[in-house]
């Protein structure tokens, strides 16, 4: 009669062990490699997240350029005797310019407009006229700073006001400094401003616009 069974384990046999877990040496490779990902994974992000803010500062810088030139060209169009009588262009310097305007004044007035450049910051100032006679008292004037990275004269000694007489017709000489307001009919800004400010870099964006004052024109087209 046949022995029907599990077969007879011989003596000295064992089963084969497996793999089963890392050694030491493994583990610690395991964890250098995920160290080493992990600080290429952050250095990649902080590379793009830098990126984009110096890219959000470039726009920010040239859009508010490019704001600050449309307001001052609108309201150097509209400029306009003082209503104590006073000439509509009161300074014209290379970085300062005083001029009066209806721009955002009340019906019937003209507010004293101010712009200056002070270090790297372009500022407005606005008086407005009271009193009867009417009258601007300088001690009353609003200021807003209205652009920074402003580099004209910090770094570049570039004029930011230049201005032409009625002759210019697009192109040719501006007057030169000083200036008689008396031959002024038309008048430039020329603004230059850092791309990414607070970045050791000189990229630098330049925007020159320029309007007629239309009450003193006399041969200019517009």
Request: hydrophobic fraction near 35%; avoid cysteine.
């Given at each position: 009669?046949?022995?029907?069974?599990?077969?007879?384990?011989?003596?000295?046999?064992?089963?084969?062990?497996?793999?089963?877990?890392?050694?030491?040496?493994?583990?610690?490779?395991?964890?250098?490699?995920?160290?080493?990902?992990?600080?290429?994974?952050?250095?990649?992000?902080?590379t793009?997240?830098?990126?984009?803010?110096?890219?959000s500062?470039?726009?920010?810088?040239?859009?508010?350029?490019?704001?600050?030139?449309?307001?001052?060209?609108?309201?150097?169009?509209?400029?306009?005797?003082?209503?104590?009588?006073?000439?509509?262009?009161?300074?014209a310097?290379?970085?300062?310019?005083?001029?009066?305007?209806t721009?955002?004044?009340?019906?019937?007035?003209?507010?004293?407009?101010?712009?200056?450049?002070s270090g790297?910051?372009?500022?407005?100032?606005?008086?407005?006229p009271s009193?009867?006679?009417?009258?601007?008292?300088?001690?009353?004037?609003t200021?807003?700073?209205?652009?920074?990275?402003?580099?004209?004269?910090?770094?570049?000694?570039?004029?930011?006001f230049?201005?032409?007489?009625?002759?210019?017709?697009?192109?040719?000489?501006?007057?030169?400094?000083?200036?008689?307001?008396?031959?002024?009919?038309?008048?430039?800004?020329?603004?230059?401003?850092?791309?990414?400010?607070?970045?050791?870099?000189?990229?630098s964006?330049?925007?020159?616009t320029?309007?007629?004052?239309?009450?003193?024109?006399?041969?200019?087209?517009?």
């Open positions: 009669m046949k022995n029907i069974g599990l077969p007879i384990k011989q003596a000295g046999h064992t089963a084969p062990r497996g793999s089963i877990g890392f050694t030491l040496v493994e583990s610690i490779m395991a964890v250098a490699v995920f160290i080493v990902l992990s600080i290429g994974v952050s250095t990649v992000t902080l793009i997240m830098r990126s984009y803010r110096q890219q500062a470039s726009l920010t810088n040239v859009d508010q350029a490019t704001i600050v030139a449309s307001r001052f060209t609108n309201e150097l169009r509209n400029a306009s005797y003082g209503n104590d009588g006073a000439y509509p262009l009161n300074s310097g290379p970085a300062e310019i005083v001029f009066f305007s721009v955002g004044a009340e019906p019937n007035q003209s507010n004293r407009i101010r712009y200056y450049l790297t910051s372009l500022y407005k100032g606005i008086t407005a009193g009867s006679p009417p009258s601007y008292d300088l001690g009353s004037e200021t807003d700073l209205v652009q920074n990275s402003v580099i004209n004269y910090a770094t570049t000694s570039i004029p930011l230049y201005y032409y007489d009625g002759d210019y017709g697009g192109s040719g000489n501006p007057l030169s400094q000083p200036v008689n307001i008396n031959d002024v009919k038309f008048v430039k800004i020329n603004l230059i401003v850092l791309k990414q400010p607070g970045i050791s870099t000189t990229t964006f330049n925007l020159n320029g309007a007629t004052l239309r009450n003193l024109k006399n041969n200019l087209g517009n």
